[in-house]
């Protein structure tokens, strides 16, 4: 059975956890606020040059040559923000997940200790019931790995995906 320590120390643990999933996610909202300032000096920057620009085009091909200018460079910004907002995002992923894979393999270490425990004070004729649950922990701990597993190359697949569509993005942007 588990003790009071440990029951505390594992909702210490919990707290910690908890705590510092809190503190990744404001640090994450800062980047990502911090982009968008960024993003909305660029912008307001790039609006007034623009602007100065096309009031002083002296013909109509000196318009469309400012607006053509305008539209390749945007194009650009826009997919380098998307991509610096993706990397913010899945390096928050990335923490999560780190921590949560750390915090569930504790959990798991606790639960078998537990049972260990609960083993050694099983009455003699027991010892089936003893086999299968450890049996279906051995089961339960293969099926969570393989999720963990198929989840891994998805957030792979789906980050590939998001790269390869940014690249194309940029590539038709620049040949405009």
């Not at 002296?58 to 945007?74: I, M, N, R, S, Y």
């Not at 390096?91 to 260990?116: D, H, L, M, P, Y």
């Amino acid at each position: 059975m588990l003790t009071v320590e440990q029951i505390a120390a594992a909702q210490q643990a919990q707290l910690n956890t908890l705590f510092g999933f809190g503190a990744k996610a404001v640090e994450s909202a800062e980047k990502v606020i911090e982009l968008n300032l960024q993003a909305s000096k660029a912008l307001l920057a790039d609006s007034a040059e623009y602007t100065k620009s096309l009031l002083s085009a002296k013909d109509a091909q000196e318009f469309l040559k400012v607006q053509t200018g305008f539209v390749q460079p945007l194009a650009e910004k826009s997919a380098a923000y998307g991509r610096h907002l993706y990397d913010i995002a899945a390096g928050a992923n990335a923490e999560f997940t780190q921590a949560a894979e750390a915090q569930t393999a504790s959990a798991q270490k606790q639960f078998a200790s537990a049972v260990e425990a609960a083993v050694k004070n099983v009455p003699q004729g027991g010892e089936a019931a003893v086999a299968a649950l450890k049996n279906a922990m051995t089961g339960a701990n293969s099926a969570f790995e393989q999720v963990q597993k198929v989840v891994k190359q998805a957030t792979e697949v789906a980050e590939s995906n998001f790269k390869a569509v940014t690249a194309t993005a940029t590539k038709a942007a620049k040949a405009k």
